[in-house]
């Protein structure tokens, strides 16, 4: 390697041209300002007409489980064959139907896991479950 002279010409480029980069992008530029108002006026579409009548909203019944173990359904307490029953014949009858659990905080997962089977049993799809503010200390 004693013989071989290295030049500055040989010496790769480290420098890129951004000039072209800069060029195109200043066009795309200029051409989403030109075409920006064109995409923000409304599109007129003729919609098609439908008869179906409109959605309606879910029934939802409340389920209360207290401490003392008692059930009640909007308010009324009821026994289990007796709650189980109920919602057998509203979910038969109202198939979007949704059932909010309000089950006291204290009481064993196992209670309130017994009752969302209940709830399953009787055919109710929706299951949701009351919950509440959690208290700030002072």
Avoid: C, H, W
Wanted: glycine fraction near 4%.
């Amino acid at each position: 390697m004693a013989g071989v002279q290295m030049s500055d010409s040989d010496q790769p480029l480290s420098e890129i041209n951004v000039t072209p980069l800069v060029d195109v992008m200043l066009v795309l530029l200029v051409i989403f300002i030109l075409l920006a108002p064109m995409f923000a006026q409304a599109l007129r579409v003729d919609l098609p007409k439908v008869s179906a009548p409109p959605s309606q909203e879910p029934k939802v019944v409340d389920i209360e489980l207290n401490l003392a173990g008692q059930m009640s359904l909007n308010g009324q307490l009821m026994s289990t064959a007796a709650l189980q029953q109920n919602l057998q014949t509203r979910a038969a009858a109202e198939p979007t139907l949704v059932v909010r659990l309000n089950a006291d905080a204290q009481l064993p997962y196992a209670q309130v896991a017994e009752l969302m089977g209940l709830v399953r049993a009787s055919g109710v799809q929706r299951l949701a479950f009351a919950t509440g503010k959690p208290q700030t200390a002072p």
